[in-house]
């Protein structure tokens, strides 16, 4: 990194220092979409007891892809760290901005990938209702997460105590409030990240069409 020091170097130390926990993070937040991939293909329902284990395995796993916006509590601590001069806004933020963009683009490219299936199989009426339901699960799990810091596999490897952790978290005074502020913030994420999404793909498959009609005219 040594040209990228000299030029940046707030950007080689935020990457130094929090480059294990956001790798991390940035993992178990694609962990929904490769689930997803496997899951929602076809246009049947999957008897398999496998299936239905893996989709159990969606729905532990889908709130760590939301989850990364909370990771915006170690920021502070990053500007205040960040004394060997150089811009910080232009340094930090984007560091910060690409990390919690990936993990809604994840849960974007996951969620889309569910209600797609419900679609195949007819159900698309409940498109909206799933959606609703899948930000107040994440809500929760990413409240259980960063509070309780409980894990996703947690469930399946010490249910007893994960049910008494739970019940501890959720009985919290505030618990209430903290989980409808992470569903408001998953939501309008979740809704910046599709319009985008959405628009992007409009564009590039108009300007694909425009390109091979001058390629063939």
């Not at 990364?68 to 509590?73: G, I, K, N, P």
């Not at 849960?107 to 609703?132: E, F, I, M, Q």
């Not at 490897?157 to 919290?172: G, K, N, S």
Request: net charge positive; proline share 5%; glycine share 8%.
């Amino acid at each position: 990194m040594g040209i990228l020091e000299q030029v940046a170097p707030n950007l080689v130390d935020v990457l130094r220092r929090d480059a294990w926990w956001m790798g991390w993070n940035t993992f178990l937040a694609w962990i929904p979409v490769g689930l997803a991939f496997l899951l929602f293909r076809g246009g049947r329902v999957s008897r398999s007891p496998f299936w239905w284990a893996g989709l159990v395995l969606f729905v532990l796993f889908l709130p760590n892809a939301p989850y990364v916006v909370t990771d915006l509590v170690h920021l502070r601590t990053d500007i205040l760290l960040a004394d060997r001069g150089g811009p910080v806004v232009t340094a930090i933020l984007p560091v910060y901005a690409a990390l919690i963009g990936s993990g809604f683009l994840a849960y974007y490219l996951a969620l889309s990938a569910a209600t797609r299936h419900l679609t195949r199989l007819g159900l698309g009426a409940w498109n909206g209702r799933v959606t609703v339901a899948a930000h107040a699960l994440c809500a929760i799990g990413v409240f259980l997460g960063r509070w309780a810091r409980l894990n996703s596999w947690e469930p399946v490897v010490d249910p007893h105590a994960t049910i008494e952790r739970i019940f501890v978290q959720l009985t919290w005074t505030w618990a209430p409030a903290l989980i409808l502020a992470t569903f408001a913030v998953t939501w309008a994420c979740h809704f910046m990240t599709r319009a985008i999404a959405e628009a992007s793909f409009d564009a590039t498959l108009k300007s694909a069409r425009r390109l091979h009609g001058t390629l063939t005219s």
